[in-house]
């Protein structure tokens, strides 16, 4: 028994310390077989896709498909559209990739390696490393970039936000678009020579653990912890001068991490700094408003909503007590929580967040810069405002607050919290924030 658990450990430690696989790519985009290829090639309902567009270079590309073809298997498994990329992501890259297609009325099978994906390929300031982190037995990817100058320089933990989106892309050819979001900072930094780590979060891109949806927030901190240790750990950082940026719910990451390693400045944008149910009130109340909802509307539904999130979140009832106990919430819960999650995460992560004295944590940093854009309809001036005092109660001159004109959450050029909402994943990519937090960098360093 007691040799058992010692190989079993050996084993889960080896697995830790080997290189975390890169995951494949097929490069190509599908549509599902139609009712006429079903039909002709006796295929079962949601069986077979067609090749629609392809990517040069890539698995598909590769192994020779074209447009227009129709894949009826992958590896002996039935062809789908829905689940494609999730199955993809199982897949080792390098491992043969077998494709049994219809071209032209005759049958054919093509063989090919599956391809990593791509790798941001640095730029002329900085190289690119791809390494991994773990966490509670999980890796994570991590990103870091070096400056190609001699010497030591500052370095740069990147915090995102709550959605699991890859940050695995080219810093260079981001455009701040929401599959590349924060980006364009990101290259600001890596481009006037800091040290950037960016982590990728569970399931997402290379890394393992998860599912990212059943994650609580304090399991999830300890991938930015490993992470920030791993950045504290590269010969090219200048350790006097370790900055961090949290975007959004990194906003909530941060100021822990912040009391745990010697950070030097610490910038938010776009975040919460009251408890989580006092802010979720004004997000049920204001959000419905921007949107055009009347005021005696968005009243009726912040007071059922906050006696949702109050039993959910404050008093820990499961979602099938609270439908017990009131029925008439039933079809609020299941608006609020569809699949029995809310914004994509477990009540565990939101009671953890809900639990955490953010005050206790703000109180014991310094150089704190808090920003809020004035077209942000997802936080508040109230928060950025309460952040702020609370730095300058223990630390006066610290904490420092700034709206920013024309500038919505995802740093998107909107002028009003209106015209974000309404276009809110189009807009064009606003760099003010990346100038006003580096300059800010610049200063705190000036001053030794």
């Known amino acids: 028994m007691v040799l058992s658990t010692i190989v079993t450990s050996l084993v889960l430690a080896a697995s830790a310390q080997a290189e975390l696989p890169r995951r494949g790519v097929l490069g190509a985009a599908f549509s599902p077989a139609t009712a006429e290829m079903a039909t002709e090639h006796k295929l079962e309902v949601g069986v077979g896709m067609t090749v629609t567009a392809i990517s040069p270079n890539m698995t598909i590309a590769k192994a020779g498909l074209q447009p227009g073809d129709l894949i009826l298997q992958i590896n002996d498994r039935p062809a789908r559209v829905a689940g494609l990329g999730d199955w993809v992501k199982t897949v080792p890259s390098g491992s043969a990739m077998t494709f049994k297609i219809v071209r032209a009325g005759k049958t054919l099978t093509l063989t090919t390696p599956l391809v990593e994906r ?44 709550l959605s699991p989106i890859s940050y695995d892309f080219t810093l260079e050819t981001s455009k701040g678009d929401v599959a590349t ?14 040290v950037t780590m960016r982590v990728e979060k569970p399931g997402t891109g290379d890394s393992e653990g998860g599912p990212y949806q059943n994650m609580d927030f304090n399991t999830e901190l300890d991938i930015y912890r490993q992470a920030m240790k791993q950045l504290m750990e590269q010969k090219s950082l200048d350790a006097k001068n370790l900055f961090m940026f949290g975007h959004s719910m990194g906003g909530s990451f941060g100021p822990i991490m912040a009391t745990e390693f010697p950070v030097k400045g610490f910038a938010v944008y776009g975040t919460a700094g009251r408890t989580w149910f006092e802010y979720l009130l004004d997000v049920i109340r204001y959000q419905g ?23 959910a979140i404050l008093e820990k009832k499961s979602l099938e007590e609270i439908k017990t106990m009131h029925p008439k919430l039933a079809p609020t819960v299941d608006g609020y929580f569809p699949g029995g999650y809310f914004n994509g995460k477990n009540l565990s992560f939101w009671r953890q967040l809900n639990d955490t004295n953010f005050s206790k944590y703000w109180s014991k940093c310094a150089n704190v810069l808090v920003v809020r854009g004035a077209s942000d309809f997802v936080t508040y001036d109230a928060d950025h405002q309460l952040i702020a005092d609370i730095v300058n109660r223990t630390s006066p001159g610290k904490g420092k607050f700034v709206k920013l004109p024309n500038s919505d959450h995802l740093f998107h050029a909107f002028a009003t919290e209106q015209e974000s909402m309404a276009k809110f994943s189009t807009g064009n990519y606003n760099g003010d924030f990346a100038k006003l937090m580096k300059d800010w960098f610049a200063e705190l360093q000036s001053k030794g």
Not at 300 to 307: C, I, L, P, S
């Open 181 to 194: 979001l924060d980006g364009p900072l990101l290259f600001e930094m890596a481009n006037s020579n800091y």
């Open 118 to 161: 791509p790798r941001d390929p640095g730029g002329p300031n900085y190289t690119v490393q791809y390494k991994h982190v773990t966490s509670n037995g999980a890796r994570y990817r991590t990103i870091i970039t070096t400056p190609k100058k001699p010497g030591k320089h500052p370095g740069f933990m990147f915090i995102q936000g």
């Open 289 to 311: 408003i921007v949107g055009g909802q009347s005021y005696e509307v968005a009243e009726d539904e912040v007071r059922e909503g906050a006696h949702l999130m109050a039993l």
